[in-house]
């Protein structure tokens, strides 16, 4: 194995019962639950092009605890610090970025913790940022306890690259992402271009 391509969103993003599949394997809120159930899928292709019911999706939206996190420019740029310190406390290489307002992609090197486990390093990394930067998408809704819900999804995608040809695939998808969705082509300080194997 040479890396991990991996994906997580935003709070609102990827519902668990989004008709397009997610990596759930119940709808834990009750009122969501009429929107369908859950969609688990094992493929390891995207399937964000799948036809589905769009005005259902958002209607479920709707009945959100929260609202659905939209990052800004400034917002995915804290994000990218947090990415920053905690990919050089792991020394983990990243070979692509892409963090977009609503979810982010990353092809990374191998590391000893698997990639779910990377994931979980790079969502509390990036939410200390955001709070430390006084940016948090979800400021509004501090709980009683003081606490912040977090600004992302519970768990995310991951895909094991095990050839030079996935992994410079990958890295192309993720460094194209944002121009697909109209936005500007990203450059991150912590990305490392892949030299291949050594």
Known sequence: M?????CFSAYGFWLPNDPRGSWSTAVWVPHLRRYG???KVTTGRSLAHRRHDHARRLQAKT?????AVQLTGV????????FSQIL???QLAAYACSILPDHVHLVTGIHPHDGKTVIGFLKRAATRQL????????AQYRRASGDLPSPWTAGGWVVYL???EQLRERIRYVE???VRAGLRFQWWSFVSPFKGRK
């Open 88 to 90: 050089a406390l792991l």
């Open 2 to 6: 040479l890396g991990y391509y991996l």
């Open 75 to 82: 917002q995915a740029r804290a994000v990218g610090r947090g």
């Open 63 to 67: 009945h959100l605890k929260y609202p």
């Open 131 to 138: 709070i430390a930067e006084g940016l948090h998408p979800l």
């Open 176 to 178: 194209e992402n944002p």
């Open 162 to 164: 095990d050839t030079e």
């Open 37 to 39: 159930k859950s969609t």
